[in-house]
Structure formats: structure tokens, C-alpha cells
């Protein structure tokens, strides 16, 4: 009897939970598990690294396409000029000025088949001088510097009497003071007030 009694005032003992006094905020709930940064197939939260960049793996973005030299005819505008192909069934004409570096920089291509072919392009084009070199992708797999390739050795006029001429068979030197022959120049900071540099046209090679 003494042992019953013990134990039912040993239950009795426990307090009961009473509810929160008038004015008084309820207590808060447990806080809930963190996420799980993971994989998203194991349940847990995708976490990015936040910094913009390509994931792993990924592939660079393909360059910009060039396109024909009319394009660059703005105003409608345009000349003939002839071009007369050798040594190869067909080639690439790349149409170049002097980059803020001091180096070459496409501005137009334009391929080309059989022995001649007649282009279009922009009407007294004065915003740089353009030099013309020709490629012979002869494995068909993009530029390389295994293929063949000349340039013309003047710049063009873009007055209707320019006539151009690639021997593939026969490569000539890089024509003097042209950027293909300049090695290009290390960058440079901005002028005071001025911005970065490059924010122009680029300079004009010197006049021959």
C-alpha cells in the first residue's frame, strides 16, 4: 500500500503545461533543418556559386560570324572588285584593318570559287585602310596555320579599279607597313580623362 502511494504522488508530482499569461507572446516553434547543399538528386538545395561563370566543361561561345564586304556599304553604295584565284579551287578573303593593338582585325570575309570572281564592297570607304589576305582551307576544318595564305600588296580603294590577285601556289611577303606585317603592340591604360584606351577607330597605319 505504501508503494502505491508513492508512486501515484510521484506522478502527481509532474507539472502540467500551462497556457501563456494574458499579454505574454506564444513560445516560438522549433526551428526547422537547414537544407541540404547538394546534388539536386538527393533532396537537398542547389547552391550556384554566384559568380556568373560558365559551369565546368561548358563551351566557350563561338566567336561572331563576319559578314560580306557590301555590309559595310552603310549608305547603299558600292564598287566592283575583281579577284582572280590560283593555285587553289577556292579560298577565304579576310578583310583586315589595324586593330587598337597595332595588329590585324577582321572587319569582312567573303569566300570565293573557281579563277575569278567579281565582289561588291562599300563605295570610297574611308574609315580605315583595308588590306586583303587570302586562305586555302584545304582540310576543310577552319582557319589554321598549316593553310595556305597571301595578301594582296596594297591597300584598296574601293573606287572601282581595284583588281586583286592570289597566287596560292606562289605566296608572297606580308606587304610592308600592313598590320599582318607589324608585330602588335602591349595594351596601354587610358589617357588622363580619357577612358580606357581602343574606344575609337583605330589609327591608321603610317602612309608608305
Do not use: R
Amino acid at each position: 500500500m505504501l508503494l502505491l502511494l508513492t508512486a501515484f504522488l510521484g506522478c502527481a508530482a509532474e507539472p502540467e503545461p500551462t497556457a501563456p499569461a494574458v499579454g505574454e507572446p506564444p513560445p516560438a516553434a522549433p526551428p526547422a533543418p537547414e537544407a541540404v547543399q547538394g546534388a539536386g538528386g538527393n533532396g537537398g538545395e542547389i547552391v550556384g556559386n554566384g559568380g556568373g561563370e560558365a559551369p565546368p566543361g561548358a563551351e566557350p561561345p563561338a566567336p561572331a560570324k563576319l559578314e560580306g564586304l557590301a555590309k559595310l556599304a552603310t549608305d547603299g553604295k558600292t564598287v566592283e572588285i575583281k579577284v582572280e584565284l590560283k593555285g587553289a579551287p577556292s579560298a577565304n578573303l579576310d578583310f583586315l584593318i589595324a586593330g587598337v593593338d597595332g595588329g590585324p582585325q577582321p572587319i569582312a570575309q567573303e569566300p570565293i570559287t573557281g579563277p575569278s570572281s567579281t565582289l561588291k564592297g562599300p563605295k570610297a570607304y574611308a574609315k580605315a585602310p583595308v588590306w586583303v589576305c587570302a586562305w586555302y582551307d584545304a582540310a576543310g576544318d577552319g582557319p589554321d596555320p598549316k593553310d595556305t595564305s597571301t595578301c594582296a600588296p596594297a591597300v584598296l580603294k574601293f573606287d572601282g579599279t581595284d583588281s586583286l590577285v592570289f597566287d596560292m601556289a606562289h605566296p608572297g611577303p606580308l606587304p610592308a607597313g600592313s598590320p599582318m606585317a607589324n608585330p602588335p603592340k602591349p595594351p596601354t591604360m587610358g589617357a588622363p580623362g580619357g577612358g580606357e584606351a581602343g574606344g575609337g577607330a583605330p589609327p591608321p597605319p603610317p602612309p608608305q
